[in-house]
């Protein structure tokens, strides 16, 4: 066990009201760097994102991947008496971050001006769909519908087929600037003693993600286009054919493309030719660089190629599916993997991306709903018949 002296974030306490992904996302680094995460729930159902899917031992993937390390509180926000027991935990805690739907935490209460009259130390995050004004500010606001909204859908796929991605980049993005904005103002508090209202809305975050096309569109006058694997901007880069699959390669420069035909494909005459001497001529002539590259990627299986590759410094990678990634040995080899405790049992975690030297991250357990209740109200001197049970749910076992 780590002493909290050692941790970033020890001695921190935030309360999330939170769901789906941009919040938890958001306190779930603040949990790993060391603070105190108290998550608030509805009674008997919680976050909905505990009920998504039942893949990891009867739990949620969304739920498991998002909220270790947290602390649950079951309270009902209905009700004048859980508003006060939430208003109470504030009143002790460094930190609130929500990403309810737009005018729930006015209409009980828990708006950041009325917070922080009460403590102007107290920092406040809201997350947002759109912001807090313009036209689209009470709108629902889903990853897909940001992804469509802010532009990433019509960058993304095949020229063909528009696709948001696999992922959900636009709640990632909001949850990542949520906790690097609360990183910002803790370290301001030290400095001048006062709290902060910050505002993060997906929509924003989404928008600084499309800098490129972005500012293509601004001054190129035109939308990158669609192109699966491919570079709007740089050829040669898409994956190519192997024996036994394919690779994707991406030179970015005209000595990795000299280095590339010679080196690796033994025809340093394809650095001569006047069609891909430099980037912007195989861009202009890319179909024919494409089908150059394919004939030579083509002669060797994926991981011959790759080992060449990677020998001779060109940037490369096998195209991967979840069955690789799991067992990818950059992962079992640096010893990221560590076991997370859950209601149903120890599973597998993957370690926190921001690695101390120093230190390494706690990976705490996935709360049940409700499991802190009691030991939250003992710190607020309250009784137990003050907040509705928790859930029933599976004991936690030993670990």
């Known amino acids: 066990m780590v002493s909290p002296e050692r941790l970033p974030l020890g001695g921190i306490t935030v309360v999330a009201l939170e769901q789906a992904v941009a919040g938890p996302l958001a306190t779930r ?15 008997g159902e919680g976050d909905f994102a505990r009920h998504y899917d039942a893949a990891v031992h009867g739990l949620a993937t969304h739920f498991v ?7 649950s509180l079951a309270v009902d926000l209905k009700s ?27 209409r009980i209460g828990l708006d950041a001006e009325a917070l922080r009259a009460a403590d102007p130390r107290l920092v406040v995050v809201n997350i947002s769909g759109y912001g807090t004004s313009g036209p689209h500010k009470d709108r629902k ?9 802010s532009g990433m859908v019509a960058v993304t796929g095949t020229a063909d087929t528009p696709t948001k991605s696999g992922v959900p980049n636009a709640d990632i993005a909001a949850g990542l600037y949520a906790a690097t904005s609360v990183l910002s103002a803790l370290f301001r508090r030290e400095r001048t003693g006062e709290g902060a209202v910050v505002d993060v809305s ?34 040669p880069y898409d994956a190519y054919p192997t024996t036994d699959g394919q690779i ?24 001569g030719d006047p069609r891909f001497a430099t980037n912007v001529e195989r861009v202009r002539h890319r179909a024919e660089c494409d089908a150059a590259v394919a004939e030579h990627t083509s002669r060797w299986s994926t991981s011959e190629l790759d080992e060449r590759l990677a020998a001779a410094g060109i940037p490369a990678a096998q195209v991967n599916g979840t069955a690789e990634l799991v067992d990818h040995p950059q992962l079992r080899e640096r010893d990221r993997w560590r076991s997370v405790g859950t209601e149903a049992g120890d599973i597998r975690g993957v370690l926190p991306p921001m ?25 607020l001197g309250m009784s137990e018949e003050d907040s509705p049970p928790p859930s029933a749910s599976t004991p936690r076992r030993p670990r």
Do not use: C
Not at 141 to 149: C, F, G, H, K, T
Not at 225 to 234: E, N
């Open 29 to 43: 680094h603040l949990a790993d760097l060391g603070a105190r995460v108290i998550k608030v729930e509805r009674p």
């Open 65 to 71: 991947w998002l909220n270790r390390g947290k602390e």
């Open 80 to 106: 004048d008496r859980g508003i006060r027991i939430v208003r109470e935990l504030i009143s002790r805690s460094d930190v609130f971050l929500h990403n309810t739907a737009p005018g729930v935490v006015e």
């Open 141 to 149: 606001a889903y990853d897909m519908l940001i992804q469509a909204e």
């Open 202 to 235: 997906m929509f924003d975050a989404a928008v600084e993600w499309m800098g490129h096309p972005l500012y293509m569109q601004l001054y190129g006058g035109r939308q990158v286009p669609r192109m699966g694997l491919s570079h709007a901007a740089i050829a």
């Open 248 to 271: 994707l390669i991406g030179v970015q420069n005209d000595r990795g493309w000299r280095t590339l035909v010679a080196d690796v494909f033994g025809s340093p005459e394809l650095a």
């Open 355 to 379: 690695t101390f030297r120093d230190v390494e991250l706690p990976m705490g357990d996935v709360p049940a709903l409700g499991e802190h209740n009691h030991r939250i109200f003992e710190e």
